[in-house]
């Protein structure tokens, strides 16, 4: 016949024994143990009604006649990992058959500070103090009140603190003597702090032994310093803001970010830091949750006044952080000051590259001409970036939007001479077209062409428009003066006076790529109904003047109206691109709606459609900072 394994004869006299210790009206419900949980407690009142208060238990009985082992458990690491990222709190209830007696442990509590590298499980003692008795539930009971109220409140401040100390000395001073400077230290200057003298009041429990110093708020893993004695303190002063560093931990590890923040905010207001932020994985701690809360200043005031040599451990860990945000403005005073730290370490290498990540920066930010400054320190500084074709290219990229066309297209051409990429190749012929080079322009365009599959848009609009030049108007080439256009007689009058066709071509000669000109010329070829000469003079006007939303329109109906029909795909989606949802909403309302074809209605709404979808996919490449 079948036997009853003996390890499951224990394991009910756990649930029985586990049972007989709860109060009557709590309720125990066994669950399936795939993973690690044996069941779950419900609370509920002396009134029989349901309290809300729920939490998990794991039982791990023993029948061993060996004491050593009775009060040790072994858990899984990935148990462990899985009780503390469960909602509901888990208790570690260990059953002992000999003596019929229960230990218990919440497993945030479980500290795996001495475990082996690389081990799979981990061990650890139920202390005496951790065994059952008359007060436990009570105990409990009043922990998941304060558990939940921690996960549904935003701040715990004021925060009440238990100091639990048990040693005899610490800096010459005893007990009694720590928890006063503790005291004067809150009175002074962090007043959202309270002492309670009950343990049952308090949300955070300071424990000092010998050996061991632990800040725990309720539901977190809590802080654990070992061997926090042989730090050399100096004076109790000067160990007092240490325990307040550890709770501002405790605080992250609960979300509650606003209240680590104003302790955080109180430190770095000190002349000198606690002792324990010289631990390089305490401060970057901080440092990233800082980060991660949108706080990048108040990390990077922290990182300032850390020591020279935990700043420089920290440091390429801060970079990647600050790189990875938006808050550019703390990304800059951090390289600012890299690049004084550098210049006064003399060392050039280091200094090139931080001005030319600071230019990159300031060229994202729109701040071109400081980029430009920067840009051209990193070449003054580091050598190596003068064979480097990209910092020429960046440059260009900034004098571009600058205006500064002529600097550009230099730049742009000692780029490509050091390095040929499609990219700037039809970058370098966009800035020939804003120079005048429109057959030099044209020609680097179809060189791209030649080599790119996928042309996009942007390109294909500025290829027709300067085809139109040559061959409509006859100018292969001219020194734009675009100032000198705009000042003309003729541009002067257009608001308030009428202009002829022959007045605004002669503006041309200074500037055919003028859009004021190009605009009214598109007005005059459209009431001649010559729609595709006024589909180019539209068209100009959008290209050069990129959100001219009248511009954009009025040269897609032109298109709809002439031969340029085969634009019409790339008026729409550049439009849409330069100009955004305004672009649709005119197109749909001024045109689309007034439709009586439903077949064609239906594909142009498709069409629309398939342009907004892609914008949201992947981007032309069109010139923006």
């Known amino acids: 016949m079948p036997k009853r394994p003996k390890q499951h004869q224990v394991e009910d006299l756990s649930i029985i024994a586990f049972k007989s210790k709860l109060p009557r009206e709590w309720v125990y419900r066994e669950k399936d143990k795939d993973y690690g949980i044996d069941g779950e407690v419900e609370i509920f009142d002396k009134d029989d009604s349901a309290t809300g208060l729920i939490f998990l238990v794991q039982l791990k009985s023993t029948d061993s006649m060996d004491k050593n082992k009775q009060q040790r458990v072994q858990l899984s690491n990935e148990s462990i990992n899985y009780y503390k990222e469960l909602e509901l709190p888990t208790l570690i209830v260990r059953y002992v058959e000999k003596t019929d007696t229960i230990y218990y442990k919440w497993a945030y509590k479980i500290d795996r500070y001495k475990m082996k590298k690389d081990a799979k499980s981990f061990s650890f003692l139920m202390q005496e103090n951790e065994e059952w008795n008359s007060e436990t539930s009570a105990l409990l009971h009043n922990e998941l009140e304060k558990f939940r109220k ?31 400077h503790i005291r004067e230290y809150i009175q002074d200057k962090l007043n959202f702090i309270d002492i309670v003298s009950n343990y049952e009041d308090a949300f955070c ?95 990077f005031k922290l990182w300032l006044l850390l020591s020279d040599n935990v700043k420089e451990e920290i440091k390429p860990y801060l970079n990647i952080l600050l790189v990875k945000t938006k808050s550019l403005d703390t990304y800059e005073k951090f390289l600012e000051e890299e690049i004084h730290i550098s210049i006064k370490n003399n060392d050039n290498l280091l200094t090139g590259t931080f001005c030319y990540n600071l230019a990159n920066i300031l060229h994202n930010n729109n701040r071109h001409k400081e980029a430009i400054k920067y840009y051209n320190l990193a070449l003054k500084y580091n050598k190596n970036y003068c064979k480097r074709d990209y910092i020429y290219k960046e440059i260009a990229g900034s004098l571009f939007l600058l205006r500064k066309y002529n600097s550009a297209s230099k730049y742009y051409k000692f780029g490509i001479e050091l390095k040929e990429e499609l990219k700037t190749i039809i970058l370098y012929a966009d800035t020939l077209m804003m120079i005048g080079e429109y057959k030099q322009s044209l020609e680097y365009m179809e060189i791209y062409f030649d080599k790119k599959t996928d042309v996009e848009e942007e390109w294909i609009l500025k290829s027709f428009i300067l085809e139109f030049l040559m061959e409509e108007l006859n100018i292969p080439s001219q020194k734009r003066s675009y100032e000198q256009a705009m000042q003309t007689d003729i541009l002067a009058k257009v608001a308030t006076e009428k202009v002829s066709e022959e007045d605004l071509l002669s503006v041309l000669n200074i500037d055919a790529l003028s859009p004021l000109a190009w605009y009214n010329l598109g007005q005059i070829y459209l009431k001649q109904k010559n729609f595709e000469r006024a589909m180019f003079g539209f068209l100009i006007t959008g290209l050069i003047n990129d959100l001219d939303l ?76």
């Open 150 to 180: 921690i996960k549904k409140t935003n701040t715990l401040l004021p925060l009440n603190i238990y100091l639990d100390f048990k040693f005899t000395k610490f800096l010459n001073c005893n007990s009694s003597t720590v928890k006063s």
């Open 205 to 299: 429990i300071v424990n000092m032994s010998k050996d061991i110093l632990s800040t725990n708020i309720i539901g977190s893993a809590g802080n654990i310093i070992h061997d926090y004695h042989i730090i050399d303190y100096k004076s109790i002063e000067n160990f007092v803001p240490n325990i307040f560093i550890a709770i501002t931990m405790n605080l992250f590890e609960l979300g509650k970010g606003t209240d680590a923040l104003k302790i955080i905010k109180h430190f770095v207001s000190l002349e000198d830091l606690p002792i324990f932020l010289e631990q390089i994985d305490i401060s970057l701690y901080l440092i990233e949750h800082l980060i991660a809360m949108h706080e990048e200043q108040e990390a």
């Open 550 to 625: 009248e511009a954009w329109y009025n040269a897609f109906i032109c298109a709809i109206s002439s031969e340029g029909i085969i634009l019409l795909e790339p008026i729409l989606r550049v439009g849409y691109y330069k100009v955004g949802e305004e672009f649709i909403r005119i197109v749909d309302n001024n045109f689309i709606e007034k439709i009586d074809d439903d077949k064609f209605k239906t594909e142009m709404y498709s069409l629309l459609d398939d342009i907004v979808n892609k914008k949201d996919g992947e981007e032309p490449i069109i010139r923006i900072s």
